[in-house]
């Protein structure tokens, strides 16, 4: 096999998302002038990883652009840092031509690297050494930095092909104090902003270099974490790979409150490996998050990163991060009775850090919430006192509450909004009682017992709010009400009022939740001056069996989230109202996620896994031909999009009442965009042949969507499923 390895990265098999920020990186490289792009992000978001990855795809990929890449240390010196640079350009620019890896890997000396010059007939590059040398032993550093930073330019004007500078971590050219470094970083912005080279830089505060160097000519782009869909399948992946049992909802919460950090998300997984733990439960992530965030990995890269100087510097930070407003210098100081100076020095580090923001002299936290935790605990610990364990008990107490609310903010609708939807969406419609019956649902579901068939017909609704206003002292879950009209008639004989509890939490309702409801509805009640009220408990996670039975016998509606899904959909829908009058049809909603690595046939893979989900569902083989057809043409447009050998395509399968969902998203690049016929990264790339793709899928299926995700967009491929009906649901 070829050596193509350049700078370390870490496997492509643990490599996931940023594929889009890649190409465009690599596009945006090639271009005449190329923009100058600067590029921020929090720690470990993966900046790092992000441009050796841009620099291998220019390096091995195109030759419009001689790509180096520095990464920026700290330095004893400006001489040795230009030592260091101009070896690494020469370097860089010697193994581009001579098409040598191993000369970007290794370490080699500048008399090797003069020899190998002269050996190659660049002498004028040859020069740059020797200059160097001269300015050393002058002990001149300006003339060593000045003809260190001038090398990319010579590197352009003797090859004829532009230098691409790959800058990494930019803000550590200006964060040591010093005369030394002060200078290096006024060079390096005169280099770069009066230079003829175009680059990338990247670091981990939006002002690095005290702001100066980019100021208004480079386009900013941030990396956020990956995205949620991306980071729970990261997180699915690792956990296969190294053993650990998961449930993806726990891994799709952690991924969020993890904030898509890559480091985060695979500390977590390794640490459930080390404990031999899984993360099937709340309580297993909330264990493992707080034992990795104090006394592993993530604590140690925390601490590390953080630097935290001084109790001072902490309790400020402590405060910045609990505030909800902006703190003002005079509350800080008058708080912790701190000199201005004292104040101003730590504002300063903190903000360097780029844990706060300061903003006409008000301090906002800018930090994420792991290093609020993180902050938490050196200071509860440090400052008040408190043992480890205790504040760990806190931290993880707080996260099983957090999580309960987790999956309504997930689904994008709080559960609130969407039974306040459904509501308003009450026209006389007719519903399955069973709908509204939570015991007789999952008896007959999950226990396979018989149910009744009767339906019930929903008022037309007038309007619908939330009960605050008319109890506001009181606690519990919030209630909805909603006004309306039975029989189509509007008098005040067929006024009728509902009145809904919602609980959008991890947990069941429970009996004190019944009870809480028939209490507050027995006074709510006393407002309306209605013919009838109708009682509705939802519960995303549904009810205990205790509180189904006490609902029951007080004649109270109750529905979990699946049963409110399948109301939501058949109020909005009348060709699926009509399919849903029969209660066969109705099943719960099932989720399975797929991620396909980037291999070839990995698309057979996804087939198998449609075949076996729609066969279960009931669709017959000629409906399940053409799911598969259409599938794995979404597939294939995926990953050729994708162009990188890295990507994986990640496939959500949602399989409700009437229809299976498929979602195919490729990690972030758009499927439809025509490609540039110029693309270097294509370049001997098969010509396109698939603009026909989507009028296949649109063929094959009853809907082919597109819809925009973050950084890119993603397919959604849509099955009604009609059983009797031998097209399966292709309506023509
Ligand atoms: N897209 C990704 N998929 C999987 N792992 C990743 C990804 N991006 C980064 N990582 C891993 O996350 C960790 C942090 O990445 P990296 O060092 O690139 O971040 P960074 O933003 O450069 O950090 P720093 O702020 O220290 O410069 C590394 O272990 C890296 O291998
Ligand atoms: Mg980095």
């Known amino acids: 096999m070829k050596d193509r390895m350049l700078f370390n990265t870490c496997p492509d098999g643990e490599f996931f998302g940023r594929v889009y920020e890649i190409d465009y990186i690599c596009r945006r490289a090639a271009e005449k002038p190329a923009p100058a792009i600067f590029l921020f992000g929090g720690r470990w978001t993966g900046k790092t990883e992000l441009l050796r990855r841009v620099f291998h795809g220019l390096f091995w990929g195109q030759a419009r652009v001689v790509p180096i890449y520095y990464q920026f240390k700290g330095y004893g010196s400006a001489e040795e840092f230009a030592e260091d640079y101009l070896k690494e350009v020469l370097k860089q620019y010697l193994a581009f031509r001579l098409r040598d890896a191993r000369l970007v890997r290794n370490e080699v000396s500048l008399d090797k690297l003069d020899r190998l010059l002269v050996d190659n007939d660049l002498y004028d590059l040859a020069d740059l050494a020797a200059i160097h040398r001269e300015a050393r ?29 790959i800058l990494d971590d930019i803000d550590h050219a200006a964060c040591s104090d010093g005369q030394r470094e002060a200078a290096l970083s006024r060079e390096l912005i005169d280099s770069l902003s009066l230079g003829p080279a175009s680059f990338v830089a990247s670091a981990s505060t939006k002002r690095p270099l005290d702001g100066a160097a980019f100021s208004g000519s480079a386009e900013a782009m941030e990396l956020p974490g990956l995205d949620e869909e991306v980071a729970t399948s990261m997180m699915m992946d690792l956990g296969r790979q190294y053993g650990v049992e998961f449930d993806t909802e726990i891994l799709r919460l952690a991924a969020t409150r993890l904030e898509g950090n890559p480091m985060y998300l695979k500390s977590l997984v390794w ?24 006394e592993g ?15 001072n510097s902490l309790r400020v930070l402590h405060a910045c991060s609990t505030s909800k407003r902006p703190l003002s210098d005079e509350d800080l100081s008058e708080r912790f009775r701190l000199e201005p100076s004292e104040l101003e020095n730590i504002i300063e580090g903190l903000s360097e850090a780029g844990l706060v923001e300061v903003n006409l002299g008000s301090l906002l936290w800018a930090g994420g919430s792991v290093v609020k935790d993180f902050i938490c605990f050196v200071y509860e610990t440090r400052v008040k006192g408190r043992s480890a364990e205790e504040v760990r008990t806190y931290l993880a107490r707080e996260i099983l509450k957090e999580g309960f609310g987790f999956r309504g903010a997930r689904a994008g609708l709080k559960l609130k909004d969407e039974v306040a939807e459904v509501m308003r969406s009450f026209n006389n419609q007719k519903v399955l009682k069973l709908l509204f019956r939570n015991q007789a649902f999952s008896a007959r579901f999950k226990k396979g017992k018989g149910g009744d068939e009767g339906e019930l017909t929903v008022p037309q609704s007038v309007g619908c709010f939330s009960s605050e206003r008319l109890e506001a002292g009181e606690a519990g879950p919030p209630i909805l009400v909603a006004h309306g009209f039975q029989n189509g008639r509007y008098d005040s004989g067929n006024e009728v009022v509902w009145i809904a509890s919602v609980k959008d939490a991890l947990s069941p309702v429970n ?58 959909e058949g109020l909005a829908d009348k060709d699926s109202a009509t399919r849903l009058k029969s209660s066969d049809k109705i099943a719960p909603v099932k989720e399975f996620e797929v991620v396909l690595p980037s291999s070839s046939k990995a698309e057979l893979v996804a087939a198998k896994a449609v075949e076996e989900i729609g066969t279960e569902m009931g669709f017959d083989d000629a409906a399940i031909g053409q799911i598969k057809a259409a599938l794995v043409e979404a597939c294939i447009n995926a990953f050729e999009h994708s162009r990188l050998k890295i990507a994986k395509v990640f496939l959500r399968f949602v399989a409700s009442a009437d229809r299976l969902t498929i979602h195919v998203q490729n990690g972030g690049v758009d499927f439809d965009s025509p490609s540039e016929p110029s693309d270097p990264i294509e370049a001997g790339a098969m010509p396109r042949k698939r603009g026909w793709g989507f009028e296949l899928m649109r063929g094959l299926m009853d809907e082919v969507r597109v819809e925009r995700v973050r950084g890119g967009a993603k397919i959604v491929l849509v099955k009604y499923l009609v059983k009797g009906d031998s097209s399966n649901g292709k309506e023509v």
């Open 297 to 311: 990995n993530m604590g140690i890269a925390l601490r590390s990163a953080l630097g935290l100087r001084g109790i």
């Open 511 to 568: 009996i004190g939740d019944v009870e809480n409801f028939l209490r507050r509805t027995q006074i709510l009640r006393e407002n309306f001056r209605a013919a009838k009220v109708v009682r509705w408990m939802v519960g995303r996670e549904g009810f205990t069996a205790e509180a189904q039975k006490r609902i029951e016998a007080e004649g109270v509606f109750s529905s979990d989230s699946v049963q409110l899904k399948i109301i939501k």
């Open 137 to 165: 032993r002058a002990s001149d550093s300006t003339a060593a930095l000045r003809n260190a930073l001038s090398s990319p330019a010579m590197v352009s004007a003797r090859s004829g092909i532009p230098v691409y500078l």
């Open 271 to 294: 640490a459930a490996a080390k404990s031999g733990v899984s993360l099937s439960t709340l309580k297993e992530f909330g264990d493992l998050y707080t034992q990795d965030l104090f």
